[in-house]
Each structure stands twice: as structure tokens, then as C-alpha cells.
């Protein structure tokens, strides 16, 4: 007996796509933030400050970035230091998490005692004066004694537009001359093509007169041949025409008289 289940008919609210992007937005959320300081660096003395605190900020982060890569290999060869190869696949090697990665760049003092890092206290303690790079002042307080050359920045502002300028002006000229190529590409193809058509019209014609060649040279061949055996008649004919000749000049005088 066959049992006959119903089934309700599918929900066409529902949007299978839409509810795994919600569900994914609540697990991890990305925001652009897009901003303009044309208001705030229009007097010369904020663009100053903004354009000073910018390039400070860039260098500290980026020199923090390259200090956190060389403690994170300076700890890795720590912990693989003297382990056979054999036993590479034993060792505990600790968990790069984003609290390690902040703690190498900013430093640990003022992280809670929970959320420190037993990794990177130990490298810490072990290489003081990295923590003394990490946490001094040469980084913390680069932005007070740090000066920016306006001018420069400035100067060299204005190059990089006259450059954008040239590289614009290029451009437009390429864009043109590709214009005029495609004009010409455009023009050639038909010709090409008539070309191309004629080409296999002469094929076909040579393909047929190739038989026709081939025979008359077998006819040539055949009255190269047939001269050839004539020749040496006709040589005798002319001999025995000389001979009979002679004969009719010397039996004349004898019919003459």
C-alpha cells in the first residue's frame, strides 16, 4: 500500500540567499567608511596639522607592523630552536591570534593581566629592549616632535598632477591613434576578404588547367618523338631530290638535241 504524504507548498517569501547573508552579517560585519577632509584642510595651517599627523601615523603603524613581523619570526625560531626534525610535528607552537598580533605591535603594559599573552610576555622578558622600542617614546611621542616639510609635500604634489596631466594627454592620443587603427582594420577586412576569394577562384582554376598542362606535355612529348623519327626520312628524301635533280640536269642536253 502506498502512503501519500502531502506536502505544503514552499513559502515564495522566502529567500533561501537573502537569510544565509543575514546570518553571515551576524557572524562577521565589514564597514567602509569613506570621508573627505576638503573642508577641514581648506586654511593652510589645518592642512598642515591633518598632513603632519597623517604621515606620522603611517610611520609609527608601519614601523610597528615591521617590528611585530621580526618579534613573530624571532619567536618562531625560538620555539623550533633544537627540535630534531623528527619531532617538528610535537612542538606547541602558539596560537597568532589578533590579541598576539596587537600586544607585538602596541606593547602589553597596558593590556589586562587576563588578556596578556604568555608568549609575548616571555619574548618580552627575554628581549627587553624590544619592548623598550615597542612602548618608548620614540613612537609613542613621534607625532609631538616629528616635523613635516610642507613644501615639499606641496612640490611634490604639484609634480605628481603635472605628471597626471602628461599621463592624461597620453592617453588621450593612444585612445586616438586606436581609433584610427580600428578605421583602417575595419577598411582592410572587406578587401582582405575580396582578396582572399579571388586567391581561391585562382586555386580552382589552377587546379583544373593542371590536367590540361599535364596532357599537352604528353602530346609534346609524343611529337618530340615523332620528329624525331621523321628527321632522317626527311634527310634521305632531300638526298635522293639532290640525286634526281642531277640526273634531270645531265639528261636534258641529250633530250635537247
Not at 13 to 40: H, Q, Y
Not at 143 to 172: C, G, M, P, W, Y
Not at 217 to 240: C, G, H, I, K
Request: with cysteine; net charge neutral.
Amino acid at each position: 500500500m502506498e502512503t501519500i504524504v502531502n506536502k505544503e507548498p514552499p513559502d515564495k517569501r522566502t529567500r533561501p540567499d537573502r537569510a544565509a547573508k543575514i546570518k553571515d552579517r551576524k557572524n562577521g560585519e565589514e564597514n567602509v567608511v569613506k570621508c573627505t577632509l576638503s573642508r577641514i584642510i581648506a586654511d593652510k595651517d589645518n592642512k598642515d596639522v591633518i598632513t603632519k599627523v597623517i604621515k606620522e601615523r603611517v610611520d609609527s603603524v608601519s614601523k610597528r607592523t615591521y617590528l611585530a613581523g621580526v618579534a613573530v619570526n624571532r619567536i618562531l625560531k625560538e620555539v623550533f630552536e633544537g627540535v630534531p626534525d623528527a619531532q617538528l610535528h610535537t612542538v606547541s607552537v602558539p596560537s597568532v591570534d589578533q590579541n598576539f598580533i596587537r600586544q607585538l605591535m602596541v606593547g602589553s603594559r597596558q593590556a589586562h593581566m587576563e588578556t596578556r599573552d604568555a608568549t609575548v610576555e616571555r619574548f618580552f622578558h627575554n628581549n627587553y629592549w624590544f619592548r623598550e622600542k615597542i612602548e618608548g617614546r620614540e613612537l609613542i611621542g613621534k607625532q609631538r616632535r616629528t616635523r613635516v616639510d610642507v613644501a615639499a609635500f606641496i612640490n611634490k604634489n604639484d609634480e605628481l598632477q603635472a605628471e597626471n596631466v602628461a599621463l592624461v594627454a597620453h592617453s588621450n592620443a593612444v585612445t586616438l591613434h586606436v581609433a584610427e587603427l580600428t578605421s583602417y582594420s575595419n577598411a582592410v577586412v572587406p578587401i582582405v576578404n575580396e582578396l582572399q576569394a579571388q586567391n581561391a577562384e585562382l586555386t580552382s582554376y589552377s587546379n583544373a588547367v593542371v590536367p590540361l598542362v599535364n596532357e599537352l606535355q604528353a602530346q609534346n612529348a609524343d611529337l618530340t618523338s615523332y620528329s624525331n623519327a621523321v628527321v632522317p626520312l626527311v634527310n634521305e628524301l632531300q638526298a635522293q631530290n639532290a640525286e634526281l635533280t642531277s640526273y634531270s640536269n645531265a639528261i636534258a642536253p641529250l633530250i635537247n638535241q
